[in-house]
C-alpha cells in the first residue's frame, strides 16, 4: 500500500527492473505522495487539497496510461488541461521539464513573499513594490517599480501571460506540444496568490 491509498493489482506492468524502480511507478508514487502525505504537503501547500483519479490510485491503471503517454524527458502536469487539483486521463498532459518551470510559482507561498503578490518584492525603501519575472530562459529580470502591490503584480501578470503565449506557440509551431495543450496555455491566467 501507498500512502495508504495506492495498490498494485498485478498485471503486465512492472514496478521495477532489474530491482531498479520503473519511471511509470516513480512518476505513480510521486503523484500519491503529493495528494496523500500529510509531510509533503505541509511543505507544498500548493497541494493540499489535490486528489488523484480513484482508478489510477491502482499502479496498472495509471500504467498503462503512462506508456501510451509518457515522453522521455517530459514530466507530468495537471495543471494546463485541469483545475489544478486532481490528477485523471482528462487532466493530466505530459509537458518540456522547462515549460513546467514557467508555470511553476517558486513563491507561491504568500508567507514566503510577505504576503505579496507573486511577481512582487518590497522595495529597499519599503514604501514601492518591485516586479520580477523569469524570462523563460533562467534569467530574472525587474519588470519595474510601482507605489503598490496591485500594479507591481499587473506588470508580471501581463509579462509571464505573454511570455506563456510566446512559449506556447513556439512550442506548438515544433511539434513538442499538442493543439490542447496550446489552447490551454493560451488561455493561462496568472493569479496573484496560489
Known sequence: MVYGVGYNSGGKFMKSVNRKRSKSESVWKDMIRRCHSPLYQ??????????????????????????????DGYQLDKDILGDGKLYSPDTCVFIPKALNLLLVNISASKSR???LPLGVTLGKNG???????????????????RNN??????????YKESLIQRKANEYFNSGVIIGKVRDALLKYEVKPYI
Open 127 to 145: 514604501a514601492s513594490f518591485i516586479a520580477y519575472c523569469n524570462n523563460g530562459e533562467g534569467k530574472t529580470i525587474n519588470l519595474g517599480t
Open 149 to 158: 502591490k496591485e500594479d507591481a503584480f499587473s506588470l508580471y501578470k501581463a
Open 42 to 71: 505541509s511543505q507544498n501547500e500548493t497541494y493540499k487539497g489535490c486528489e488523484v483519479y480513484e482508478p489510477w490510485l491502482d499502479f496498472q491503471v495509471f500504467a498503462e496510461w503512462f506508456h501510451n503517454n509518457h515522453v
Open 113 to 115: 513573499n510577505n504576503n
